[in-house]
């Protein structure tokens, strides 16, 4: 880059000045993050082992267990319902939010489109407001108390639709990430649509193209990047899904305290204390993460930016 | 051929009879129909807390969910005396936790993005992967030893415990360090150097006064992430006096179980929490700079 060549011919390069800026940084990264994670790492590999009554000090020791922490995680059938529950709800959330990113930043590129202002921050306004307000406000519309769609149905006389139900969760779960979601997303997609050159589309249009033409066939390939970039991020964000369950679960009984992964490792940790099983499982949780993402990456990188270099 | 014949339709196109127009006018409408109806889905539920919060326990859930209530005043007074006032304790814990997070996070994210922008030295790339990297860790993993080793000096349960996790972001590092690479010219860094300007004097006075818009960008992107985080204050906290908002309207959410009445403190609370950030939002639009993310796609 630019920057070697310029500080190298200085001839007074600077040695000390950038370790001393990036040493806030690196401290912080290591407290937080480095030291955190190693911790982790090592704590999957032990286990407490209860001498006698199990009082007093002493009587609890540390003991090296191996991987059986992990073989444990693998096998527990609770965890494994966990993650095909996540699994399900991501099913739902991420084509949702990403479709319907995908077609509002499309009619936001639209010059015949009107009220494209409006639309944009309105869109993008939920992003602002905080998961557990957001889970709380859906709450509340769902609730059959309070709810608005279900006094709506009983007007029409229409059988009502509960959507706090074991199903019906996964859709308001998913629903909820959406609507937080899609404004960020479609915000991402339209900057890159804006940036790729005009001229494109004229040529397109003179050949006859319709707008919906140029749609599927020049902006949306050309958006492929970024379409698996937020596809990456919704799929991490999914994984993690913590926030919306917690706090929907004081307003239903189909949320169990181990509906998905992360929130077992939470009860693992601090609701039976095991915080052994609950390392092991955080790592495995993290181990699925950066194999999805570095899979994803390398699919862009061969199929997205192949065909350039 | 084809290009004759296309080119040739698009200089005359044909006249369509008037059914055929009306049909093409109302299909014309339809993309900003499809559009509009997304922004009513959004602006629906914040709706919706405006209109429930004027209403009192007893209308909440007897009237018709779109039809004024009575008792906006009677709520909000309610939440402002509900156990001395914890509720506004609890906003001032949010902007703390928010405010001073995301300007320490910017100021961090600033020195460090232009150290890895404009410098050369060893060990760059992998302090800039291993930070990168820290975005996908995912959140659980690090809130629970976080809280174990915080818990063995005796930090769990204090300000510090949620703000210190906080200063450090990888998404502001790497936002940083694109838009130092962007708005920091060379020759204007090399000038000062020539004039015998130290290092850090080039920081504080030539470099961070460019990058503010883009600095401005990592701390409102910081802030609403601080704000909206709810893990680590929920497993770093159990002093109620040291909740941010999101987190005591919750515990009022789970006694609302018991006591039904306080779900219109819930609804009030939730109206209130967001009004701030909402403001901000509108305010300072033109620094949500998405294309910063976008630009770093197409690199």
């Known amino acids: 880059m630019t920057s070697i060549r310029m500080s190298g011919r200085g001839g007074a390069a600077p040695k000390l000045a950038p370790y001393a800026f990036v040493a806030p940084a690196v401290v912080l990264f290591l407290l937080v993050f480095a030291l955190p994670i190693g911790y982790t790492v090592y704590l999957s590999l032990f286990r407490t082992e209860v001498k006698g009554l199990g009082l007093g000090k002493g009587s609890r020791t540390e003991v090296f267990v191996g991987l059986d922490n992990y073989w444990r995680a693998l096998t527990d059938s609770e965890l494994g319902a966990g993650a095909l529950r996540v699994l399900g709800y991501g099913a739902i959330l991420v084509p949702t939010m990403l479709g319907l990113a995908l077609v509002f930043a499309l009619l936001l590129d639209e010059e015949r489109v009107r009220a494209r202002g409006f639309s944009r921050i309105a869109i993008f306004l939920p992003y602002s407001i905080p998961v557990v307000i957001a889970s709380l406000l859906w709450g509340f519309l769902y609730l059959p108390g309070t709810s608005p769609f279900n006094q709506l149905l009983r007007e029409l006389s229409l059988p009502e639709v509960d959507v706090l139900s074991p199903t019906g969760i996964y859709f308001a779960l998913a629903n909820i990430a959406v609507w937080g979601g899609v404004g960020y997303n479609m915000m991402v997609l339209y900057t890159a649509l804006r940036s790729i050159p005009r001229d494109l589309y004229e040529a397109a249009r003179i050949d006859g193209c319709t707008p919906l033409q140029v749609a599927m066939r020049i902006k949306i390939p050309l958006l492929a990047p970024a379409l698996v970039l937020t596809s990456l991020f919704s799929i991490i964000a999914t994984l993690q899904v913590f926030a919306e369950p917690i706090a929907l679960a004081p307003l239903t009984n189909s949320l169990s305290l181990t509906w998905t992964p992360l929130m077992k490792v939470y009860q693992d940790a601090f609701g039976r204390g095991d915080i052994y099983s609950a390392a092991a499982t955080s790592v495995l949780i993290a181990f699925v993460m950066f194999v999805i993402s570095f899979g994803l990456l390398r699919l862009t990188r061969s199929r997205a930016f192949g065909g350039e270099r | ?299």
């Open chain 2, 1 to 299: 051929m084809s290009a004759v014949l296309v080119q040739d339709r698009a200089v005359t196109p044909t006249p369509r009879p008037p059914r055929v127009r009306s049909i093409v006018s109302a299909l014309g409408a339809l993309p900003t129909f499809v559009l509009l109806l997304g922004a009513v889905y959004c602006l629906f539920p914040v709706a919706w807390v405006l209109v429930a919060a004027t209403k009192s326990s007893g209308e909440l859930f007897s009237t018709s969910t779109l039809s004024l209530g009575s008792s906006l005043v009677a709520n909000l007074g309610e939440l402002a005396t509900y156990r001395d006032g914890v509720f506004w304790q609890w906003m001032a814990n949010s902007a703390l936790y928010a405010g001073v997070g995301a300007l320490l996070s910017a100021v961090v994210s600033g020195v460090t993005g232009y150290a890895l922008a404009k410098y050369a030295f060893r060990g760059r790339a992998l302090i800039f992967n291993a930070l990168i990297a820290g975005v996908l860790v995912p959140a659980v993993v690090l809130a629970i030893p976080q809280y174990l080793l915080l818990s063995k000096v005796g930090l769990t349960d204090t300000y510090l415990s949620v703000l210190l996790p906080s200063v450090i972001s990888p998404y502001g590092i790497y936002l940083a360090r694109i838009y130092a690479a962007a708005s920091v010219p060379e020759d204007v860094v090399e000038a000062a150097r020539t004039d015998g300007a130290s290092e850090l004097r080039i920081l504080t006075s030539i470099a961070l006064p460019m990058m503010v818009p883009g600095l401005v960008t990592v701390f409102l992107f910081q802030f609403v992430s601080i704000w909206n985080n709810f893990m680590l204050p929920y497993i770093m906290l159990g002093d109620d006096k040291l909740f941010p908002v999101t987190m005591g309207l919750y515990t009022m959410l789970k006694q609302g179980n018991t006591t039904p009445a306080l779900y219109t403190l819930v609804v009030t609370g939730a109206l209130v929490s967001v009004l701030p950030l909402i403001a901000l939002f509108l305010t300072l639009q033109r620094y949500w700079r998405i294309d910063l993310l976008s630009g770093a796609v197409k690199a």
